[in-house]
């Protein structure tokens, strides 16, 4: 993470931990509210939506102030209204449907889509579990767009951030986005990231595994997918391992983060021990397995009569 992503996190984790605590969210504009009030068939299961200036329209009451207040100071202000026509009234209240307090968790997640928050206290790993977690196909990377930071035309911040038109490129390229790298934070340090307080509106985009670069004495050269948590011997074992004259007691991974390069060197022989940990690959590192002089002169030998003895075998007698 960039020291300004970092800080921004700092910031929102400060501004949001404000409140102790559960703290009920109001109701808003779009919000589905039914009630059913005893002994007045008027205001029998009824449903209504509040409007977009905040309030209900009820048989026998009217237009009432909603949006700002939680259910249990709506319920006790329908009440005090119906003592009007009523001696003390019964009334069953339930916010049906929430629309001013969703996020959405989009991206290689196994049920992308909106989830509504209960309270204050849900943050964004919160989020991620509610959505069933990360895919294999995930990498380390996840986008936190907090609300507001989208300039939105459309009805719902949400509907505009999931639509196939807003690319995850220009959401990264949004300033106000936070990109948030797992791989360069330790263990004991995710859980505190990913512990910032979500918020109505919000978006977590949780990216795709990138690639890898597998080159040189390997059974299977190519570009890799790189899986959530992928290390080098993964990477090695799924192209196929090394060949015959592979100096496996250096293997080179290239990496470039942050516009810095970096060569790592690892001992295969030293990793399998246990005597070398297993280095965890980033998007877009190149492997590079070199020959060693020795077993490469071996090796051109047993090519070449291999080749030999199967063009032989092609070769008819007469």
Known sequence: MTSEDLTHLEHLYKLRT???????????????????????????EVAVRVSASGTISLPVLGDVPAAGLSEGALTTDLIRRLRHYMHDPEIELLIREYHNRQVAVVGMVK???????????????????AAGGLTDQASDKILFVPTGTIPIHAASPISAAVTESTSTAKLR?????????????????????????VRPGDVIVALGGGQIYVQGWIEKPGTYRLATGMRLLGAIAGAG??????????????????????VLLANIDDIQAGNELDPL??????????????????????????????????????
């Open 18 to 44: 404000l409140q102790d605590g559960y703290v009920e969210y109001p109701i808003g504009p779009g919000d589905l509210v039914e009630l059913s009030v005893a002994d007045m068939p008027e205001l029998r």
């Open 111 to 129: 049920s992308a889509g909106t989830y509504d928050l209960k309270g204050t206290n849900e943050t964004i790993l919160d989020m991620i579990a």
């Open 173 to 197: 390229d949004t300033p106000g986005t936070i990109e948030i790298d797992l791989a360069k934070l330790n263990h004991s340090a995710r859980p505190i990231v990913l512990s910032v307080p």
């Open 241 to 262: 391992g090394p060949l015959f004259p592979a100096d496996v007691n250096e293997v080179k991974v290239y990496r470039e983060d942050d516009n810095e390069k970096a």
């Open 281 to 318: 690959l980033h998007d877009g590192d190149v492997i590079q397995i070199d020959g060693t002089g020795g077993k490469l002169a071996a090796y051109g030998f047993y090519a070449f009569f291999t080749t030999l003895f199967r063009v032989g075998a092609t070769v008819p007698i007469f």
